[in-house]
């Protein structure tokens, strides 16, 4: 899934109206798993490395695969989770839980670019048939759905959160997912 689409999922699912600590450990939980990748594409883009190179090759070099193996490490996160349930702090298990729903989103959805989500027990990767940015991966239908969900969940926000901060933090998200097609165009034109 694309990055604001977690984010409106994670607020969703586990931020809470009301109580700012655990809607920002919500938010954090489900952009951490991505955050990596933005700083090393966000660097290397921005130090003139070709988008071609960095996604075809950085991305799948072994430093890289490290980074993405420990904060997309499903274990990792459901210790997080654990720890939250064992200590009774709803904003720790907002955090790990917002993660854990991110990798499970994304782990269907990475055809030939996943992650290893199950470091440190195992590097697999799976391969799945189904990409949500790929259209040889069914990403033709798999956007518009992520698209729709996003909408649909962004309104649910909107009126479950009458905060207007939250209210002004959902239009990027949304703007973003709604211009994703342009911004994939962008990155490898």
Not at 7 to 35: E, H, K, M, N
Not at 71 to 78: G, I, P, R, T, V
Not at 90 to 113: E, R
Not at 115 to 125: A, E, G, K, Q
Request: charged share 10%.
């Amino acid at each position: 899934m694309n990055t604001p689409a977690h984010l409106i999922l994670g607020l969703a699912a586990f931020g809470r109206s009301g109580q700012p600590r655990v809607t920002a450990a919500a938010i954090a939980g489900a952009l951490i798993p991505d955050l990596s990748l933005y700083v090393l594409a966000g660097g290397a883009l921005g130090i003139g490395i070709p988008a071609q190179r960095v996604f075809d090759e950085l991305y799948f070099s072994p430093a890289w695969q490290t980074i993405f193996a420990i904060d997309n490490s499903a274990f990792l996160w459901a210790f997080v989770l654990a720890l939250g349930i064992w200590l009774k702090r709803t904003w720790v298990i907002a955090l790990g839980g917002a993660a854990l729903l991110h990798i499970a989103c994304d782990l269907p959805l990475h055809a030939g670019d996943g992650r290893p989500h199950f470091w440190p027990i195992s590097d697999w990767v799976y391969d799945s048939p189904l990409s949500y940015w790929d259209v040889t991966h069914h990403a033709g239908w798999i956007a518009p759905t992520e698209v729709a969900l996003v909408v649909a969940l962004a309104l649910w926000c909107w009126v479950s959160f009458p905060s207007r901060a939250i209210r002004v933090a959902l239009v990027g998200p949304v703007a973003a997912q709604l211009s994703v097609g342009g911004v994939w165009a962008f990155v490898f034109s």
